[in-house]
């Protein structure tokens, strides 16, 4: 029975070892392919939130590490910078706005360094179907009322939804998630106004975000 035992022993470890290196192959293998593919979706996602002509740079090769408060909390956030003939014109952030309904909501806002925002889009959320989940493009367009809007200085009060005076409708029986995407969004704009100084101390991304 000892005998038996450890054949079956053997077995299930030449097994296991066979499945470890089958699968290490088959990742090493696909790995490019899903790089590829993450590659092009980001990419898709600049396009819809950076108009193409304002710069002439590889955004995705520019990644930098930002930490400030005014980006929803204390951790590093990726910042994609937009330049034209070298200049730095733009960039896109990934923000958070903390108080969400249903907790945080990461969004990607892209804007110039004068106050002027070109696009926003939710990367993540819980908020309630039907209700809060209206932040998504693929179900509402409402997101997409940021693009073109500038704001002035932090005293700005259009920036804020309509039932707190501001510009930006807030949904029915939802205002919790619109307010706190408003935020974010205008707390995200007012910071990209104080970076150009800065842009040449930022730590590129993949030194210490992974």
Partial sequence: ???????????????????????????????PTINDQAAQQQKALFDQVIPTDIYDNHMQR???????????????????L?????????????????DGYSGAIQILVAADFHGKVYGTRVLEHHETPGL???IEVRISDWIKHFAQQSIDGPNDRRWAVKKDGGMF?????????????????????????SLPPKLATLPPCGASDE
């Fill in 82 to 98: 937009a330049r034209k003939d070298g200049e730095p014109v733009a960039a896109a952030i990934e923000t958070t706005a903390p």
């Fill in 1 to 31: 029975m000892f005998d038996t035992m450890r054949r079956h022993g053997t077995t299930l470890a030449l097994f296991a070892a066979l499945t470890t290196g089958l699968t290490a192959v088959v990742y090493h293998l696909t790995r």
């Fill in 62 to 80: 520019e990644c930098y590490l930002i930490t400030d408060p005014a980006l929803g909390n204390v951790g590093p956030h990726r910042l994609y």
């Fill in 132 to 134: 809060g989940d209206k």
């Fill in 169 to 193: 409708d807030q949904f029915t029986g939802a205002t919790i998630t619109p307010r706190a995407v408003v935020n974010a969004v205008r707390r995200t704009t007012l910071l990209m106004e």
